[in-house]
């Protein structure tokens, strides 16, 4: 097997083990439901779907500059990547020995471990990004994402039947608990097949020297101010998090709609990992042969119609058809964001572009969310959520559309 075939090999087990391990402990199902049992208020179930991206997002500023005067970047991934899994064993042995008689340790690790999780990731991912960059050819990266998430999808499958069978099976929180645990042994696993990937080393060529923070942000407002395409790449990245006002709710609201127990969280689970495997198939293909601007166009459309079928859910079909709808969205939108980032950025300044896209995008996730979070204790109305969520959607679409496709060379279905 050749290095090209046996990086992209690694790397979609990689990526796929540690997706579909986390799927076990998904945000927007599991983690919110036990959020909910243990008391949490709702401005923090309002985090849980993105806790780990806010970390994973707006981490690699501090590091940018750094990774970007560094040679090896397996390294550094592989560094960071330790105790980016370890923080969900901790989490798991806490709640399984400390939730009954303290909720509020159990809630506090529970909301911490894919925070913690996805700063240490962040810590490391523009080195991340470059090693994916350098090691996977251009036309193959859409794929590569599909794959990662198809496998993921895979394993969510059976998760979700897990999640339905261990939470009915354990009372209390001892289930989340071990859920944890499963989540971390696919983490674990997936570094394993980390370890595989053939680093093409690449001499940077940026500056040599250390930059002072003022001098770096200049540098980044100097980048908003000059590049018009990854300017509206950035307005569409700060706008989408709009979905928040809806997504963080829908496994709650679907509950309390339809009488069901917490066991509903795995029904929901495996309805969205059949959106996962359609949005993977569509992405992995278009994305491949048009770029990563159609997939955001089509992503778009997608949270457009889920947020439509969440202002008439009332039976247990519409909330499955909202479900599948929004994590084929988010599938789609997951590969045509990391295809677009790694094309729309030069190739020596991807960890400053990624970091700068995530400064941007991070403050917006947390604002909307906690924004989303208000309005729901205030009105809880799913129809204005999303109504609010769809009027943010169509901004996010508009700043897409603005942005020229990177590729010259486009090829034709």
């Given at each position: 097997?050749?290095?090209?075939?046996?990086?992209?090999?690694?790397?979609?087990?990689?990526?796929?083990?540690?997706?579909?391990?986390?799927?076990?402990?998904?945000g927007q199902?599991?983690?919110?439901?036990?959020?909910?049992?243990?008391?949490?208020?709702?401005?923090?179930?309002?985090?849980?779907?993105?806790?780990?991206?806010?970390g994973?997002?707006?981490?690699?500023?501090?590091?940018?500059?750094?990774?970007e005067?560094?040679?090896?970047?397996?390294?550094?991934?592989?560094?960071?990547?330790?105790?980016?899994?370890?923080?969900?064993?901790?989490?798991?042995?806490?709640?399984?020995?400390?939730?009954?008689?303290?909720?509020?340790?159990?809630?506090?690790?529970?909301?911490?471990?894919?925070?913690?999780?996805?700063?240490?990731?962040?810590?490391?991912?523009?080195?991340?990004?470059?090693?994916?960059?350098?090691?996977?050819?251009?036309?193959?990266r859409?794929?590569?994402?599909?794959?990662?998430?198809?496998?993921?999808?895979?394993?969510?499958?059976?998760?979700?039947?897990?999640?339905?069978?261990?939470?009915?099976?354990?009372?209390?929180?001892?289930?989340?608990g071990l859920?944890?645990?499963?989540?971390?042994?696919?983490?674990?696993?997936?570094?394993?097949?980390?370890?595989?990937?053939?680093e093409?080393?690449?001499?940077p060529?940026?500056?040599?020297?250390?930059?002072?923070?003022?001098?770096?942000?200049?540098?980044?407002?100097?980048?908003?101010?000059?590049?018009?395409?990854?300017?509206?790449?950035?307005?569409?990245?700060?706008?989408?998090?709009?979905?928040?006002?809806?997504?963080p709710?829908m496994?709650?609201?679907?509950?309390?709609?339809?009488?069901?127990?917490?066991?509903?969280?795995?029904?929901?689970?495996?309805?969205?990992?059949?959106?996962?495997?359609?949005?993977?198939?569509?992405?992995?293909v278009?994305?491949?042969?048009?770029?990563?601007?159609?997939?955001?166009?089509?992503?778009?459309?997608?949270f457009?119609?889920s947020?439509?079928?969440?202002?008439?859910?009332?039976?247990?079909?519409?909330?499955?058809l909202?479900f599948?709808?929004?994590?084929?969205?988010?599938?789609?939108?997951?590969?045509?964001?990391?295809?677009?980032?790694?094309?729309?950025?030069?190739?020596?300044?991807?960890?400053?572009?990624?970091?700068?896209?995530?400064?941007?995008?991070?403050?917006?996730?947390?604002?909307?969310?906690l924004?989303g979070?208000?309005?729901?204790?205030?009105?809880?109305?799913?129809?204005?959520?999303?109504?609010?969520?769809?009027?943010?959607?169509?901004?996010?679409?508009?700043?897409?559309?603005?942005?020229?496709?990177?590729?010259?060379?486009?090829?034709?279905?």
């Amino acid at each position: 097997m050749n290095r090209d075939r046996k990086n992209y090999l690694a790397h979609s087990l990689e990526g796929g083990l540690f997706i579909g391990g986390m799927s076990f402990i998904a945000g927007q199902t599991v983690l919110t439901v036990m959020a909910k049992e243990l008391g949490a208020p709702n401005w923090v179930i309002s985090i849980l779907p993105i806790a780990m991206f806010m970390g994973l997002i707006m981490a690699p500023i501090f590091t940018a500059s750094f990774i970007e005067r560094s040679r090896h970047m397996k390294r550094i991934s592989m560094i960071t990547g330790v105790p980016q899994r370890l923080v969900f064993l901790v989490a798991g042995l806490v709640i399984i020995f400390w939730g009954e008689e303290r909720p509020s340790l159990a809630l506090t690790a529970l909301v911490l471990a894919p925070i913690l999780s996805g700063a240490f990731g962040g810590i490391g991912h523009g080195a991340w990004m470059q090693l994916v960059a350098r090691t996977v050819p251009a036309n193959r990266r859409s794929s590569l994402s599909a794959t990662r998430n198809l496998i993921a999808a895979t394993i969510s499958i059976f998760a979700g039947i897990a999640v339905e069978r261990i939470l009915s099976a354990y009372d209390g929180v001892f289930g989340f608990g071990l859920l944890h645990l499963i989540a971390f042994a696919f983490l674990v696993l997936s570094y394993l097949f980390f370890t595989q990937i053939q680093e093409n080393v690449v001499e940077p060529i940026a500056i040599k020297r250390s930059r002072s923070l003022p001098e770096y942000f200049n540098e980044l407002v100097t980048i908003l101010r000059a590049d018009r395409d990854f300017r509206f790449f950035a307005i569409m990245r700060v706008t989408g998090p709009f979905n928040q006002f809806v997504v963080p709710y829908m496994t709650i609201y679907a509950i309390d709609v339809l009488g069901a127990s917490a066991s509903f969280a795995g029904s929901a689970l495996i309805a969205s990992t059949v959106g996962q495997f359609v949005g993977n198939a569509i992405g992995g293909v278009l994305g491949d042969r048009l770029g990563g601007k159609m997939l955001l166009v089509i992503a778009r459309v997608a949270f457009l119609l889920s947020f439509i079928c969440a202002t008439m859910a009332q039976t247990y079909f519409a909330f499955m058809l909202f479900f599948f709808t929004t994590m084929l969205a988010a599938s789609i939108n997951g590969i045509g964001n990391m295809t677009l980032m790694l094309e729309i950025a030069p190739d020596h300044r991807r960890p400053t572009y990624g970091a700068l896209a995530g400064l941007l995008n991070g403050p917006s996730m947390i604002l909307l969310s906690l924004v989303g979070s208000m309005y729901w204790t205030s009105f809880n109305s799913m129809q204005l959520q999303a109504l609010i969520a769809s009027c943010g959607m169509i901004i996010s679409t508009y700043a897409i559309c603005k942005v020229r496709e990177p590729r010259r060379n486009k090829l034709t279905l």
